[in-house]
C-alpha cells in the first residue's frame, strides 16, 4: 500500500493517534529536568597520567565537592577571628546534607596551635595557677595599700582600708613599710617592704612561685601584668616560647585553638597559613567547605549536594558577613548557571514568535503560522521527552545540549514544515487541484525531508563518540527521528483536511509563464554556471586559509569562559584568581615512586632532594610544598615524612605556580614535567593536557565517521558520489570562515577565549543541518534534469528550492542564533557562530557554489529542449 495515500487516507485517524501520543508525553516532559546535569567539569579516561596521579593521592586530596566562601575583609581586622568561627559552627550545625567540614585560616592556625601547645597544655595551666596564687599572696595587700595611700593617714588606717588581717606576712610588710625613709617613692618604698618581709615565711612555704614571682613581676604590675610576668616565667621554666596571648587562650576555658584566634585572630600566624587562605594585600580571604560525596557524585532525585547547598550557604554567610561574602566553586556556579539559564528559557518565546512571522511571510498564511507553532511545540516536547529517556537509559545529560536541543527542533520542525507546505502551494500556485498537489507534496518534497532527518540524526548521533557528550547523540538522535515521524505523518494528514483553505488569496495568486527567469534565485545561478571555473575558484581561495585556521587555532579548557561576572560565584572565582594567583586554587602535583617506603634510601633521600631543588628553580613556580622545601626555598633539614602517601610508596610534592590553570604557559609547564618518566604528573592543567590528546584522536576519528555517514546516506539517496562531494565541501566552506569569525568576535569584542568544544559542535551541528539544504536543492534539481538542458535545469532547481531554503536558512539562523541571548559564555558562542554560519551558508555556498560546482560536476543526463 502506498503509505503517503494511507496517511491521506486515514488523516483524522492519524491526527488523533499524535494527540493521544503528545498527551501520553506529558508526564515524561513534566520531569525531563531532574536528568540534567550542570557539571563543566573536564573529563579524562581512567588510564591518563592525571587520573592516575588523583588515585595515588585520592587518600591525601579525595575529590570531594567541595564550597569556597570569599570574604573580602581583612582578617587581621579585630573580631573577624570570632565572627568567623561562629558562621563555620553555624554552617556545620544548620543541617546543610554532606557538609561535613570547614577550614579558614583561622581554624588552621587553631589547629596549628593545638598541635603545637600540645602536652605542655596541663602544665602551664599548673604553672600560671601557682604562679597567679603567689603572686596574690604577694602583692594582693601591697598593691591595695600603695593605692589607699595618702599622708594624710597613718600606716595602719591605711592598712585597715586595704583589708589587713593581721597574718605575720602583712605585719612584716608593715614594719618594713614603717622602717623604709619617708623621703623614698611610695612605689620604691612598697617594693621594698615586698621583698623584705618575704624573707619571713612565704619563700618557705614555695621557692619556686615566690622566687619567680619576685623575679618576674612587682607591685605596680600587679594585678594588670600578671599574665605577661607569668607567660615570662612559664616560658623560661619548660624552654617553650609561651606568649601572653598565648597562656591567655590557655587558660580559658574551651579549645586553646579557637579561644586564641576568638581573641586575637591571626596575630603570629605563619605564611604557610596566611599565604593559602589570606590574600596578600590582606583584603580577602577564603573558607573551604568539604562534602562527603565525590565530585562527580549525583543522588536520587538530581541531589548534587554542592549546588542544593549553595542558597542556604550563602544565606548564612550574608547573615554575617552581608554582600561581602561570596560562594564559588562548581556547585555554586552550577547552581547559578541553572537560575541564569532557566531565566534566559524566556528568550525561546520570543523565538516561536519570530518562527511565526517568518512562516507567515514565507507562505502568505497565518494559518500555516499557527499550525506551525503547534508542530513546533510538539517537536519541543519529543525533545524532552528524548532527554527523559537518555536520562533514564543512559546517563544525565549535561544542560548545554537542553538549549541546543530545543533551538535546533524549532528549526528543523519548521524547516521540515515549511519545505512540504511551500511545494503543496507552488504545486496549487502552478494549476494544480488540491489532490494532485498534496500528492507531490506528500510523495517528492516528503521523500525530500526524509532523506534529510535521516541524515541531520545519523550525523548528530556521531556526538556519542565525544566523550563527556555521550548523552549529546542519544538525545539529538531521538528527538531528530521523532519530529521526522511527526512531520512526515501528521503533516500531510493536516494537509489532507485543511490544504484548501490554508493560504490567503494574495499568497495564492497563479504563477506567470516563465515566472523563474524573474527570480534573483535564476538569474544568480546563470551566473554561476556562465561563470562556474571562476566563482568556484574564488570560494575555495578565500575557504583554504580558514580551513587551515580551523585546525589549528587556539582554545581553551575553561568552560567558565564567558559566564557572566555580574553572577556572584563567577566574580567570587576571578577574584580568587586576581588576588591569590589563577593557580591557588589548582595546584599541580608532582608524584615520585619510592624504592623504600622509611625514606632510609639513600638513592631516594637524593631523589628528592634533587627534584625539591629542581622544582623550586623552575620559571613560574611561585611555591612549592613538599618533602625538603619550606614552600620557597630548598631546606635539607625540612620535614619530608607529611609527603609521604599510598603506605609508602609515594612522596608528592604540591607545586603553585604564577600560571592560570587553562592558559598554554600552564600547559607547558606542566609538559615539561611530564616528559620526565620516572614522574606522575596530576592536577587540572595535567587533566586538560590529557583531556586535549584524548580530544584530538576523537575528534578527527569524529570527523572521518561524520562525513562518511553523510556521504553514504547522499549517495544512497541520489546514486552519484558528485552530489556529497558538493554539498560535504560547500558546508565545510561555511563552516571554516564561521570559526574564524566567531574567533575574531570572541577574542577582540568579547574578550574571551574560544572553549575548545565550539569547533566540533558546529563541525556536527552544522554539517548535519547544512546537508539538510543540501537534499532540499538537489532534490529539486534532480526534478528538473530530466526535462531541461543540464544550465536550466540547475537554474528552474534553484528557483523552485532558493526562495524556500533562503528562508528556512534565515528561520535556523534566528532559531539557532538565539542561543546567543542566553548569557553562558558556551551557548553564546554557540548562538554567534550558528548565525554567521547560516548566513554565509545562505547567500554564498547555496546560491553560488553549488550551482557552479553541480555545473563542473555535471552528471551525464538525458538532455531535453525544454518544457
Not at 483524522?12 to 501520543?21: G, L, R, S
Request: aromatic share 12%; proline share 3%; no cysteine.
Amino acid at each position: 500500500m502506498n503509505f503517503p495515500k494511507w496517511l491521506i487516507k486515514h488523516s483524522k485517524a492519524v491526527i488523533i493517534i499524535w494527540i493521544v501520543a503528545t498527551l501520553a508525553s506529558v508526564p515524561a516532559v513534566m520531569s525531563y529536568s531532574h536528568y540534567l546535569s550542570y557539571s563543566n567539569s573536564v573529563s579524562t579516561s581512567s588510564n591518563s597520567e592525571s587520573q592516575r596521579a588523583q588515585n595515588i593521592l585520592s587518600s591525601q586530596f579525595p575529590q570531594n565537592q567541595s564550597l569556597t566562601v570569599v570574604v573580602n575583609e581583612n582578617p587581621f581586622m579585630k573580631g573577624i577571628g570570632a565572627k568567623t568561627i561562629s558562621l563555620q559552627e553555624k554552617l556545620l550545625n544548620s543541617g546543610i546534607k554532606n557538609l561535613t567540614s570547614t577550614t579558614s585560616p583561622f581554624t588552621q592556625y587553631a589547629t596549628l596551635i593545638n598541635d603545637e601547645i600540645g602536652g605542655h597544655r596541663s602544665a602551664v595551666i599548673s604553672l600560671y595557677n601557682g604562679f597567679n596564687s603567689s603572686a596574690f599572696q604577694v602583692y594582693s595587700f601591697p598593691s591595695a595599700f600603695m593605692k589607699n595611700f595618702s599622708s594624710n593617714l597613718t600606716v595602719w588606717k591605711v592598712a585597715e582600708k586595704s583589708g589587713y588581717n593581721g597574718s605575720a606576712y602583712e605585719k612584716g610588710f608593715l614594719s618594713s613599710f614603717n622602717n623604709t625613709s619617708s623621703s623614698s617613692p611610695i612605689q620604691s618604698r612598697v617594693q621594698t617592704s615586698i621583698v623584705d618581709s618575704t624573707d619571713i615565711n612565704l619563700l618557705k612555704n614555695n621557692q619556686l612561685f615566690y622566687s619567680a614571682v619576685l623575679n618576674y613581676t612587682n607591685v605596680s604590675q600587679y594585678p594588670q601584668g600578671i599574665i605577661n610576668s607569668s607567660a615570662s616565667f612559664i616560658s623560661s621554666y619548660i624552654g617553650y616560647n609561651i606568649s601572653s596571648q598565648l597562656l591567655n587562650a590557655i587558660i580559658q576555658k574551651g579549645n586553646t585553638g579557637i579561644n586564641y584566634v576568638d581573641m586575637y585572630g591571626l596575630m603570629g600566624a605563619p605564611s604557610f597559613i596566611t599565604s593559602q587562605y589570606v590574600s596578600p594585600d590582606n583584603s580577602t580571604f577564603l573558607i573551604s567547605l568539604v562534602f562527603n560525596v565525590k565530585s562527580g557524585y549525583i543522588g536520587p532525585n538530581d541531589f548534587y549536594p554542592a549546588e542544593v547547598a549553595t542558597p542556604n550557604i550563602t544565606t548564612i554567610t550574608h547573615s554575617y558577613f552581608g554582600n561581602n561574602a561570596n560562594v564559588t566553586g562548581n556547585g555554586a556556579i552550577s547552581y547559578q548557571s541553572k537560575q541564569l539559564s532557566s531565566s534566559s528559557g524566556a528568550f525561546f518565546g520570543f523565538i516561536f514568535v519570530a518562527l511565526a512571522i517568518a512562516v507567515f511571510i514565507t507562505l502568505v498564511s497565518y494559518r500555516s503560522a499557527i499550525i506551525n507553532l503547534i508542530f513546533v511545540s510538539i517537536a519541543t516536547l519529543l525533545g524532552y521527552v528524548s532527554i527523559f529517556i537518555t536520562g533514564i537509559l543512559v546517563s544525565h545529560v549535561n544542560y548545554v545540549v537542553n538549549y541546543t536541543l530545543t533551538a535546533v527542533l524549532l528549526g528543523v520542525a519548521t524547516d521540515y514544515f515549511v519545505f512540504i507546505v511551500a511545494r503543496y502551494r507552488q504545486e496549487r500556485r502552478e494549476g494544480r487541484t488540491h489532490e494532485e498537489a498534496l500528492e507531490t507534496a506528500s510523495t517528492r518534497s516528503r521523500r525530500s525531508v526524509i532523506i534529510s532527518g535521516i541524515t541531520v540524526a545519523a550525523s548528530l548521533a556521531t556526538f556519542s563518540f565525544v566523550p563527556g557528550y555521550r548523552t549529546w547523540g542519544t538525545v539529538l538522535f531521538t528527538a531528530i527521528m521523532l519530529t521526522l515521524l511527526l512531520v512526515s505523518t501528521l503533516l500531510p494528514s493536516v494537509l489532507s483536511i485543511f490544504g484548501k483553505n490554508l493560504f490567503m488569496k494574495r499568497g495564492m495568486k497563479p504563477l506567470k509563464e516563465n515566472y523563474h527567469k524573474d527570480s534573483m534565485f535564476y538569474k544568480a545561478s546563470g551566473i554561476s554556471t556562465k561563470h562556474k571555473f571562476a566563482v568556484a575558484a574564488v570560494i575555495v581561495l578565500v575557504a583554504a586559509p580558514a580551513m587551515y585556521f580551523f585546525f589549528t587555532l587556539p582554545t581553551t579548557y575553561n568552560f567558565e569562559t564567558g559566564l557572566p561576572s555580574t553572577v556572584s560565584s563567577v566574580s567570587a572565582l576571578n577574584e580568587i584568581n586576581s588576588k591569590f594567583g589563577a593557580n591557588i586554587l589548582y595546584p599541580v602535583y608532582v608524584i615520585v615512586p619510592l624504592h623504600n617506603s622509611s625514606l632510609q634510601s639513600v638513592s631516594d633521600k637524593s631523589t628528592l632532594q634533587n627534584l625539591s631543588k629542581s622544582l623550586l628553580s623552575m620559571k613560574g613556580a611561585e611555591k612549592v610544598v613538599g618533602p625538603y622545601s619550606t614552600g620557597t626555598s630548598f631546606s635539607a633539614s625540612a620535614n619530608y615524612s607529611s609527603y609521604i602517601t599510598d603506605n609508602g610508596k609515594y612522596a608528592y610534592f604540591s607545586v603553585y605556580t604564577s600560571y592560570d590553570p587553562y592558559t598554554p604557559a600552564a600547559i607547558n609547564f606542566v609538559s615539561h614535567l611530564r616528559d620526565n618518566s620516572s614522574l606522575i604528573v596530576g592536577g587540572l592543567t595535567s587533566g586538560v593536557i590529557d583531556e586535549r590528546n584524548q580530544s584530538n584522536h576523537t575528534y578527527l576519528e569524529l570527523a572521518v565517521l561524520i562525513v562518511a555517514v553523510i556521504a553514504v546516506i547522499l549517495f544512497i539517496s541520489f546514486r552519484s558520489i558528485k552530489y556529497p562531494i558538493i554539498s560535504l565541501s560547500g558546508v565545510f566552506f561555511s563552516i571554516s570562515w564561521t570559526t574564524a569569525i566567531l574567533y575574531v568576535i570572541s577574542h577582540y569584542l568579547l574578550h574571551e577565549a574560544l572553549i575548545y568544544l565550539i569547533p566540533i559542535i558546529l563541525f556536527v551541528i552544522l554539517m548535519s543541518l547544512g546537508n539538510d539544504y543540501s537534499v532540499f536543492i538537489i532534490s529539486r534539481i534532480r526534478e528538473n534534469q530530466g526535462k531541461y538542458q543540464h544550465d536550466e535545469a540547475i537554474g528552474r532547481g534553484m528557483v523552485g528550492s532558493g526562495k524556500v531554503v533562503t528562508s528556512l536558512g534565515l528561520i535556523l539562523a534566528v532559531s539557532l542564533g538565539s542561543l546567543a541571548l542566553i548569557p553562558v559564555g558556551f551557548l553564546q558562542q554557540l548562538g554567534i557562530a550558528f548565525v554567521i554560519s547560516l548566513i554565509i551558508d545562505t547567500f554564498v555556498v547555496r546560491t553560488f557554489y553549488f550551482p557552479a560546482m553541480i555545473a563542473i560536476l555535471r552528471p551525464g543526463i538525458k538532455k531535453s529542449s525544454g518544457r
